[in-house]
């Protein structure tokens, strides 16, 4: 009794607020927009009886995937936010591995410090560490300001509203996520090893890419999911610093809902949305298990 | 062998740059006298006290503040029982939903469970406010909170609690007495998660919150998307400093605490 008490909440709630929306997320994909509150119909009419039912189901349909399908915006936002999280993703494993890989050979005592650096920004409000970019960025922005200073440019550059300002704004948002499990890789990792190799003749460069590299592989797996996944459906970001260039998915189901109230089609777009997200979870989900057991 | 290379050096001087510089210059400005946020026009705090009196942003941050201690108090709850039900309930009807239920919300994108939620809330006509958010954040919070605990729960020796049953005790007393205090530590930390994430979240709370009720977030989003301002400078000054604090504190109180132990059981082994 009392362990039913105890599963019973949370998978009641869970089952409320997080099941029961995504069907009717799923439900509103298969109806029509109609101008009526809510703007889409049909709606489901028990007052009919089995007839009204019948009539609900033969109601909805495909019509909205199509359109997703006819409308180049939308398959363009999915490719571009694909494009956008691969290439960002490599960035950060660029801009991230030298970091983790500093900080697994510093002294003992500095690494506490150096974690809490890493983690600090993660605390810190997302939203802010977007928006500290725009200042920099900005065409009459710091960046600009020192760079035609010290005379590298004689033109401002224009970053702001770019995809280049999206990449800037993902790496450093997500960096965290990099640096960690690939520091928790490292760390594990047995010195002697490197020993061993560079006493058998091994060059530091050499020995790095045959020892270092391949022993490090599940943290960068790890980091590279950590930060592709959420990539994909990103939106404060683009709609910061991207501009009107930058097409995300995440954006462009935000507009569609709030701009446009095409609440059909929004919802379409986040079933596809999440239809492509879960090859990237499954993969991850496996290799997080294969980790497991490779530990035990 | 671990040594400190002039490569390591140079790597973890830039990295910490990039990672800290945007917040340093974000927080100067803050102090900028001028208008203008891009030129510097000399030292003063008149930008904080605009902040201290707009009013509308006063009363977004105590929004912001209830929706968090609220929803992360529930989720502190909820997700505990979850990580119990993960850890320890064995096989029931339904447990694969109920895991998959735990583990999807995390990597849901933000914009599809507020999207999600909303729908939910119009679809059983209930006035969007305080309360929606608060129902959201608690949803997505209580998943991380789980994960937390549940990876403390994993290492839990059981036989302490068995031990606290075969000398008298209730299970629920046992929980109480034996389990809550070790496992203190996760909780406490799933609850500081679920704090911040509710403090940080834009997008759900967008979603969730209709026209009556604003949080902080959405207040800020509003501002910047017309370009930097000082005010909004000076309200991230203030964020970044609250967070540094709590971070800074909480980790020297966890070192204190782990020194104490150790001398604690060095005192026992002697003893």
């Given at each position: 009794?009392?362990?039913?008490?105890?599963?019973?909440l949370p998978?009641?709630?869970?089952l409320a607020?997080?099941?029961v929306?995504?069907?009717?997320?799923?439900?509103?994909?298969?109806?029509?927009?109609?101008?009526?509150?809510?703007?889409?119909?049909p709606?489901?009419?028990?007052?009919q009886?089995?007839?009204?039912?019948?009539?609900?189901?033969?109601?909805?349909d495909f019509?909205?995937?199509?359109?997703?399908r006819?409308d180049?915006?939308y398959w363009?936002?999915?490719v571009?936010?694909?494009?956008?999280?691969?290439l960002?993703t490599?960035?950060?494993l660029?801009?991230?591995?030298?970091?983790a890989?500093?900080m697994?050979n510093?002294p003992?005592h500095?690494?506490?410090?150096?974690?809490?650096?890493v983690i600090l920004?993660f605390?810190t409000?997302?939203?802010?560490r977007v928006?500290?970019?725009?200042g920099?960025?900005s065409t009459?922005?710091y960046?600009n300001q020192?760079?035609?200073?010290i005379g590298v440019?004689?033109?401002?550059?224009?970053?702001l509203?770019?995809?280049?300002?999206v990449?800037?704004?993902?790496?450093?948002?997500?960096?965290p996520?990099m640096?960690?499990p690939?520091?928790?890789?490292?760390e594990r990792?047995?010195?002697?090893l490197?020993?061993?190799?560079e006493?058998?003749?091994?060059?530091?460069?050499?020995?790095?890419?045959?020892i270092?590299?391949p022993?490090?592989?599940s943290g960068i797996?790890a980091?590279c999911?950590l930060?592709?996944i959420?990539?994909?459906?990103?939106?404060v970001i683009?709609?910061?610093?991207?501009g009107?260039?930058t097409l995300?998915?995440?954006k462009?189901l935000?507009?569609?809902?709030?701009?446009?109230r095409?609440?059909p089609?929004?919802?379409?777009v986040?079933?596809?949305?999440?239809?492509?997200?879960i090859?990237?979870?499954?993969?991850?989900q496996?290799?997080?298990q294969?980790q497991?057991e490779a530990?035990? | 062998?671990?040594r400190l290379t002039?490569?390591n050096?140079t790597?973890?001087t830039?990295g910490f740059?990039f990672?800290?510089l945007?917040?340093?210059i974000l927080?100067?400005y803050?102090f900028n006298e001028s208008k203008?946020?891009t030129v510097?026009?000399?030292f003063s705090t008149?930008?904080?006290g605009?902040?201290?009196?707009?009013?509308?942003f006063?009363?977004?941050?105590?929004?912001?503040?209830?929706?968090?201690?609220?929803?992360?108090?529930?989720?502190?709850i909820?997700g505990?029982?979850?990580?119990l039900v993960l850890?320890r309930?064995?096989?029931?009807?339904g447990r694969?939903?109920?895991?998959g239920?735990?583990y999807a919300p995390l990597v849901?994108p933000?914009?599809i469970?507020?999207?999600s939620l909303?729908?939910?809330?119009?679809g059983?006509?209930?006035?969007?406010?305080?309360f929606?958010?608060?129902?959201?954040?608690?949803?997505?919070?209580?998943c991380?909170?789980?994960?937390?605990?549940?990876?403390r729960l994993?290492?839990?020796?059981?036989?302490?609690?068995e031990?606290?049953?075969d000398l008298g005790?209730s299970?629920?007393d046992?929980?109480?007495l034996v389990?809550?205090?070790?496992i203190a530590?996760a909780v406490?930390s799933?609850w500081?998660?679920?704090?911040?994430l509710?403090l940080?979240?834009l997008?759900?709370a967008?979603f969730?919150?209709?026209?009556?009720a604003?949080?902080?977030p959405i207040k800020?989003w509003?501002a910047?998307?017309?370009?930097?301002?000082?005010e909004?400078?000076?309200?991230?000054?203030?964020m970044?400093g609250?967070?540094a604090?709590g971070?800074?504190s909480a980790s020297l109180?966890?070192?204190?605490?782990?020194?104490?132990?150790?001398?604690?059981e060095r005192a026992?082994v002697?003893?």
């Amino acid at each position: 009794m009392r362990r039913f008490a105890l599963i019973f909440l949370p998978y009641a709630w869970l089952l409320a607020l997080f099941l029961v929306p995504f069907l009717i997320v799923l439900k509103i994909s298969l109806s029509d927009i109609a101008t009526a509150i809510p703007p889409y119909t049909p709606t489901l009419d028990f007052s009919q009886g089995w007839q009204g039912i019948r009539a609900f189901f033969s109601a909805l349909d495909f019509e909205n995937f199509a359109f997703l399908r006819t409308d180049d915006l939308y398959w363009k936002s999915y490719v571009s936010s694909l494009q956008i999280a691969a290439l960002s993703t490599l960035l950060t494993l660029l801009v991230g591995y030298p970091i983790a890989y500093g900080m697994a050979n510093a002294p003992d005592h500095w690494r506490p410090t150096l974690m809490m650096l890493v983690i600090l920004p993660f605390w810190t409000s997302f939203l802010i560490r977007v928006y500290s970019w725009m200042g920099i960025l900005s065409t009459e922005g710091y960046l600009n300001q020192v760079l035609l200073k010290i005379g590298v440019i004689s033109e401002p550059l224009i970053i702001l509203n770019t995809p280049t300002a999206v990449y800037i704004g993902i790496v450093y948002t997500y960096l965290p996520f990099m640096i960690l499990p690939i520091y928790s890789a490292l760390e594990r990792m047995d010195g002697s090893l490197l020993e061993a190799a560079e006493d058998l003749g091994c060059s530091r460069i050499k020995a790095f890419w045959l020892i270092t590299v391949p022993l490090s592989k599940s943290g960068i797996i790890a980091g590279c999911f950590l930060v592709f996944i959420p990539v994909i459906g990103e939106f404060v970001i683009p709609s910061l610093l991207g501009g009107s260039q930058t097409l995300m998915i995440g954006k462009v189901l935000w507009e569609e809902f709030f701009n446009n109230r095409d609440w059909p089609v929004a919802s379409a777009v986040a079933v596809v949305l999440l239809l492509i997200l879960i090859i990237p979870i499954v993969l991850f989900q496996r290799n997080e298990q294969k980790q497991r057991e490779a530990e035990e | 062998m671990r040594r400190l290379t002039w490569f390591n050096a140079t790597s973890l001087t830039l990295g910490f740059a990039f990672l800290y510089l945007p917040m340093i210059i974000l927080i100067t400005y803050s102090f900028n006298e001028s208008k203008l946020v891009t030129v510097w026009a000399g030292f003063s705090t008149k930008w904080y006290g605009e902040l201290l009196r707009n009013q509308s942003f006063l009363d977004a941050a105590w929004v912001t503040v209830k929706v968090a201690i609220a929803s992360s108090t529930i989720a502190t709850i909820l997700g505990t029982m979850a990580a119990l039900v993960l850890v320890r309930a064995g096989r029931f009807y339904g447990r694969t939903l109920f895991s998959g239920m735990i583990y999807a919300p995390l990597v849901m994108p933000e914009v599809i469970t507020g999207l999600s939620l909303l729908l939910l809330f119009i679809g059983i006509g209930m006035d969007r406010g305080i309360f929606t958010i608060i129902l959201a954040h608690t949803t997505f919070s209580m998943c991380f909170v789980s994960v937390v605990v549940s990876s403390r729960l994993v290492t839990f020796d059981r036989s302490l609690e068995e031990a606290a049953l075969d000398l008298g005790c209730s299970p629920f007393d046992a929980f109480r007495l034996v389990t809550l205090p070790i496992i203190a530590p996760a909780v406490i930390s799933g609850w500081l998660l679920a704090f911040t994430l509710s403090l940080d979240d834009l997008v759900i709370a967008s979603f969730t919150a209709g026209p009556s009720a604003t949080t902080l977030p959405i207040k800020i989003w509003s501002a910047v998307r017309l370009g930097v301002s000082p005010e909004i400078n000076a309200l991230s000054t203030i964020m970044i400093g609250i967070v540094a604090v709590g971070v800074i504190s909480a980790s020297l109180i966890t070192k204190r605490a782990s020194l104490r132990q150790q001398a604690d059981e060095r005192a026992a082994v002697h003893a």
